[in-house]
């Protein structure tokens, strides 16, 4: 079986074992209490950590929105 055939195979293998899953919940929480590090002014997103200077200007902008009602500062936001 060649590399293709195997990764298909694997890929069958994974959804039917996600389709034959029973999920429960057993606890909800808030992010607060079980995200290590994580204060009342983080800003979570949807791509891995990134430092401030590597984000591109649309991305600065809305975390900028997102703090926007946190801070008390009359200038653009920087870290």
């Given amino acids: 079986m060649n590399l293709p055939e195997r990764i298909h195979e694997a890929n069958l293998n ?5 389709r034959q ?3 429960v919940w057993v606890d909800v929480r808030p992010a607060l209490e ?8 983080t800003v979570l997103h949807a791509g ?3 430092a401030w200077e ?3 200007g649309p991305q600065k902008m809305g975390v900028q929105q997102a703090l926007k009602g ?6 653009p936001l920087r870290q």
């Fill in 14 to 18: 994974a959804l039917d074992a996600m």
């Fill in 21 to 23: 899953a029973n999920p």
């Fill in 34 to 41: 079980v995200l290590p590090g994580m204060s009342k002014n």
């Fill in 48 to 50: 891995p950590p990134i």
């Fill in 54 to 56: 590597d984000m591109c």
């Fill in 70 to 75: 946190w801070s008390t500062m009359k200038r």
